[in-house]
């Protein structure tokens, strides 16, 4: 079993050079299914902590839609955000995500991160608008390998 296990990741290291790039997965099942409810479940590595422990006070009110959940399993989702976050666990996927984001800034929306526009730049209005796609923050529309981390696809 752990010699196939071994062998599956040095197959999937082959078929993705990129695998040294991934950025973190959400690994915790709580977390997954909690925030993979109405959209994927974002990789902490894209926020700074403050932002995650900004979103995690206010999620009656979560970009429009209540996403509000009991108060100890929203305690315990806010650690592992934080603990994986861009400034914090994040790697070297969080510490591209922070360029550009000043000190005190508290950004909540991924999407609307310089570090995002720039990768994003040369997508035409038209893409964004497109049926299978209808919102920047569908990841996985693009990306297939989004939910594993994997952004450099295409
Ligand atoms: C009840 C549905 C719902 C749940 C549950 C939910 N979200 Fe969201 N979330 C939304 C909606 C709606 C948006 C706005 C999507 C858009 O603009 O396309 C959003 C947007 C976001 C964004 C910003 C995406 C961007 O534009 O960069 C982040 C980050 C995010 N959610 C994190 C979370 C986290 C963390 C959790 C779990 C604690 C969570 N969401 C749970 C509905 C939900
Ligand atoms: C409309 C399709 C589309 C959507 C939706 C989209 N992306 Fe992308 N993304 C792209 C394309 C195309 C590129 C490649 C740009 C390049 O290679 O220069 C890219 C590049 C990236 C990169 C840089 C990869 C690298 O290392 O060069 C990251 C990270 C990324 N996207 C993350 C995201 C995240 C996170 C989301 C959702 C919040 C998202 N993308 C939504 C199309 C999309």
Redesign the pocket.
């Known amino acids: 079993m752990l010699r196939r296990l071994a062998l599956a990741a040095a197959f999937s290291l082959a078929a993705f050079p990129?695998l040294a790039?991934r950025?973190r997965p959400v690994t915790d099942p709580e977390t997954q299914a909690a925030c993979g409810e109405c959209h994927?479940a974002?990789?902490p590595a894209?926020l700074p902590a403050r932002s995650w422990d900004r979103m995690m006070g206010q999620l009656s009110d979560h970009f429009g839609d209540n996403a509000a959940m009991a108060p100890d399993k929203t305690e315990r989702i806010r650690k592992v955000l934080m603990e994986g976050a861009a400034d914090t666990g994040g790697g070297k996927?969080g510490s591209?995500?922070l360029r550009g984001i000043g000190s005190k800034d508290v950004p909540l929306r991924?999407?609307e991160l310089p570090?995002?526009q720039k990768?994003?730049d040369?997508?035409a209005e038209r893409?964004?608008k497109?049926p299978e796609?209808m919102?920047?923050?569908?990841?996985?529309?693009?990306?297939k390998g989004?939910e594993a981390g994997l952004?450099?696809d295409?």
């Open positions: 990129a790039d950025v994927m974002f990789q894209f996927a591209k995500a991924i999407t570090r995002f990768k994003h040369r997508i893409e964004w497109r796609v919102s920047k923050a569908n990841c996985p529309a693009c990306h989004a952004y450099d295409d």
